[in-house]
């Protein structure tokens, strides 16, 4: 089939020929005619499956076919969806679709002034995408009403539950006049999103499913790197140094201080790269994404929540950094490359503690994820032994043990006697060469092994503790003239193993 076989108008089949689309998507195929027929939808597509042109192009037909208007402060198409990013995008797409008519678009989103969006709606607009939070903040401002609503749509609707918008989505449909069109589009279908559909559809939608449910897209070439998570860094710097041909990189991970990480080890590598989170402003997330879309970086670092809106042509790569705990994500991530129609590569890096996820992630998908290039592991530098300085860093700011022993000792010399706060350094610094924290403060080895307890020592080192700070008597102050604090009182226990010792020799 071909977009000329389709019932579109002509500014509508310029604009697809002007973006370049020669050929419908099947979701496309599948949702157009029937959408134009004014039924309801509800489809089961990923991102990546052309789902936005499925929706965009008849709701656009069907407004310039209505000959109505836009009133003030009105929509007449809501698209209602989870992120900014993806409010962004799917604006964009309508305004790519609508530019040879006179529709009229708007996009609303958190995280920015609400001002300039108000005065967009103050003429009432055609097209309106929202974020919920936004729109319901707008709608309480009487800045729009959605009481001349003709379309609506529920873009990402697994996604919005599992960002918590189930109350916001209720009260908007809520809002929302009865005589309308609406469609309905998530990746999956669990229970609580087909309760959720049923209440927003008429009776009897259309149902397209493009992709069976959950499973990633078959063009997807997958590898899997079992690493510590230590040596995630050196490996994704080694495969990206190694393999010119990733050109479009998108890394996913967990956490954003994760992402700023990565980043840091990539840029000292000479690696154009840039991190999207929670955390960047909105103009720096646009910037980032901007540059990445026009391949001015490489490497695009994420977490799930601000990569969601993510539609980037072209990304010949996916990392998972980490894997997500969450099976589905996994999908979702991976369905960012091999869109239409390409092919793309998905890596996992699994650590040691992440084997439980990669086998639901293998259960969910049914895909046994292949191992990669084994010989990579040879070019890796050995694990980094942590430095005093790395935990310290790692520690956010805690001293590690041979920085703290360093710093009692020097102020041990300095002060020419034990003070409280020696003491102190000395009970928060101990971890062993390894940075493990140790159980019983400070009774380990070099090599991470219990040792005895400083108790033990006392006997063994003829009634002097090795560990514990040796006073005169219990009460007496120490020898800076201060009393120690009862809990800071060093050694009874120690002391009381001396005493007993003695009673016994
Ligand atoms: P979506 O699933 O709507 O996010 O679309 C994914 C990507 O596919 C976007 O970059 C679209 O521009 C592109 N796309 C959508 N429909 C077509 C088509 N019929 N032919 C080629 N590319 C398309």
Redesign the pocket.
């Known amino acids: 089939m071909k977009f000329e076989e389709l019932p579109l108008a002509n500014p509508l089949q310029r604009a697809v020929r002007a973006?370049?689309?020669?050929?419908?998507?099947p979701i496309?195929e599948r949702s157009i005619p029937s959408l134009l027929e004014g039924k309801d939808l509800l489809g089961i597509a990923q991102?990546?499956?052309?789902?936005?042109?499925a929706f965009a192009l008849p709701i656009l037909q069907r407004l310039l076919d209505s000959g109505k208007f836009r009133s003030p402060k009105t929509c007449r198409a809501l698209i209602l969806l989870p992120t900014r990013e993806l409010a962004i995008q799917v604006e964009d797409?309508f305004k790519a679709y609508a530019q040879f008519t006179a529709i009229s678009t708007a996009c609303i989103f958190g995280g920015v002034g609400d001002a300039p969006q108000k005065r967009n709606l103050i003429r009432g607009v055609d097209v309106l995408v929202a974020t919920p939070g936004r729109l319901l903040d707008l709608i309480g401002q009487k800045a729009v009403s959605l009481k001349k609503l003709e379309f609506f749509v529920l873009d990402e609707a697994d996604r919005m539950l599992d960002m918590g918008f189930i109350h916001d989505i209720r009260k908007v449909v809520a809002m929302l006049p009865p005589n309308r069109q609406n469609l309905f589009f998530s990746a999956t279908m669990p229970d609580e999103i087909s309760k959720l559909a049923a209440t927003i559809l008429r009776p009897n939608p259309v149902r397209v499913e493009v992709a069976p449910q959950s499973t990633p897209i078959e063009r997807i070439r997958q590898e899997l790197y079992r690493i510590d998570k230590r040596r995630k860094g050196a490996l994704l710097k080694e495969l990206l140094t190694e393999h010119p041909e990733m050109k479009k990189v998108l890394v996913f991970c967990r956490t954003k201080h994760g992402a700023d990480k990565i980043v840091r080890v990539l840029e000292k590598a000479g690696i154009k790269c840039a991190a999207i989170h929670g955390n960047k402003s909105q103009n720096r997330r646009q910037e980032a994404l901007g540059n990445f879309k026009c391949e001015q970086i490489r490497v695009l670092v994420a977490t799930d929540i601000a990569a969601r809106g993510i539609?980037v042509?072209d990304v010949s790569h996916v990392f998972n950094y980490d894997l997500p705990n969450e099976h589905e994500t996994f999908v979702h991530r991976i369905g960012r490359t091999a869109?239409?129609g390409k092919d793309g590569v998905a890596i996992s890096f699994c650590s040691p503690d992440e084997e439980a996820d990669l086998r639901g992630i293998e259960k969910l998908t049914r895909v046994k994820i292949p191992e990669g290039d084994q010989s990579v592991y040879d070019k890796l530098p050995p694990p980094q032994k942590e430095t005093a300085e790395s935990m310290m860093r790692n520690s956010r700011g805690r001293m590690s043990r041979d920085e703290a022993q360093a710093r009692a000792e020097e102020t041990r010399n300095n002060r020419g006697a034990r003070g409280r706060k020696d003491n102190r350094n000395e009970n928060r610094g101990n971890r062993d060469d390894r940075g493990n924290r140790n159980e019983n403060r400070g009774n380990r080895d070099n090599r991470g092994n219990r040792t005895e307890r400083p108790m033990n020592n006392v006997v063994a080192n003829g009634g002097v503790p090795q560990n514990v700070n040796v006073p005169n008597s219990s009460n007496t102050p120490n020898p800076n003239g201060n009393r120690h604090h009862r809990r800071n009182r060093p050694g009874s226990r120690a002391r009381r193993r001396m005493r007993e010792a003695q009673n016994q020799g």
């Open positions: 973006v370049g689309y020669e050929t419908p998507t496309q991102t990546g499956t052309g789902k936005t042109a797409c539609d042509d869109r239409a």
